[in-house]
């Protein structure tokens, strides 16, 4: 019958296993040989490292560098200035004939001026973001996307706080690989 199992199958299953682990009341065996692992050694994790070649950019430097606390000094300046020029420009609000000759003569200036005002509002707080996190040597990509809108804001004199912006972006630029990430 092809179901009933030969003898010599049956000792085998009958047969222990080979030895891989050893009991408590039994003596280990002879140490491998150093120079040929055995079938199931487990290389080290060091044979699988990527080749020094291969790796990416240049990982951070190994001394400290003041460069992005100094890109978020001029990160936080500008969008201080640029708050400073904004709270300047509602305080001093013009004459009410002054407002109505200005709506009067060219409500577009007044629509543009208004929206440049509201885009320099976000880009002051994006820049003070920016700078915070140029402090932290947090997350460069997103500190770099706040150094870029800090100059848009508008301070006092309209381009004052674009300017501190721009070396604030340009200081960020250098310091890249100061950054955590």
Known sequence: MADDPSEEEEKRRQSPPPVEFVRPSETQGPAPPRDQPPAAWVPRPEDYQVPPGWAGPAARPVG???????????LLLSGILGMAGAIINAVSLPSVSDYAN????????????????????????????????????????????????????????????????????????????????
Do not use: H
């Open 102 to 181: 200005f709506t009067n003569s060219s409500p577009e200036v007044l629509a543009v001026s208004q929206i440049c005002g509201l885009i320099s509002i976000w880009s002051q707080a994006l820049a003070i973001l920016g700078g915070v996190m140029a402090w932290q040597r947090m997350n460069w990509k997103l500190t770099l996307v706040c150094a870029i809108f800090a100059l848009f804001t508008l301070g006092y004199f309209l381009v004052d706080a674009s300017l501190v912006g721009l070396v604030g972006l340009i200081l960020t630029v250098l310091a890249r690989r100061y950054f955590a990430t």
């Open 64 to 74: 400290p560098s003041n460069l992005p606390k100094i890109a978020a000094v001029f």
